[in-house]
């Protein structure tokens, strides 16, 4: 199975954007499905999750209430909503698959996507 996740770009601070993981050569109704990302010298650090088949979602603490994940496990896609953006969610993002029913650590991961780039500017 391959991820690739798109949808990033260049958006003023307080702006949305909706980022797209899509799934190829497996359905992704079994994967619990995370969002990561990565700033410029930092480590990846977890954004977000749904569990598998749907349904439930987790945040960390510094996207709560602007960032949303849904799925559409027809089309093989989650996305990534997000809104009011801060110039500190400028990064690198991937989506990531585990086989397990909910996964919070980049550890329990171990089907990954190529990054798409978010900048936010001031």
């Known amino acids: 199975v391959q991820l690739q996740a798109s949808g990033g770009g260049l958006v003023q601070a307080g702006g949305s954007l909706r980022l797209s993981c899509a799934a190829s050569?497996?359905?992704?109704?079994?994967?619990?499905v995370g969002w990561f990302r990565q700033a410029p010298g930092k480590d990846v650090d977890f954004v977000g999750c749904?569990?598998?088949?749907?349904?439930?979602?987790y945040y960390t603490d510094s996207v709560k209430g602007r960032f949303t994940i849904s799925r559409d496990n027809a089309k093989n896609t989650v996305y990534l909503q997000m809104n009011s953006l801060k110039p500190e969610d400028t990064a690198v993002y991937y989506c990531a698959g585990s086989p397990k029913y909910i996964a919070l650590t980049r550890h329990e991961y171990n089907l990954w996507g190529q990054g798409t780039q978010v900048t936010v500017s001031s």
């Open positions: 050569g497996r359905t992704f109704s079994s994967l619990a």
């Open positions: 749904i569990i598998w088949g749907g349904g439930s979602t």
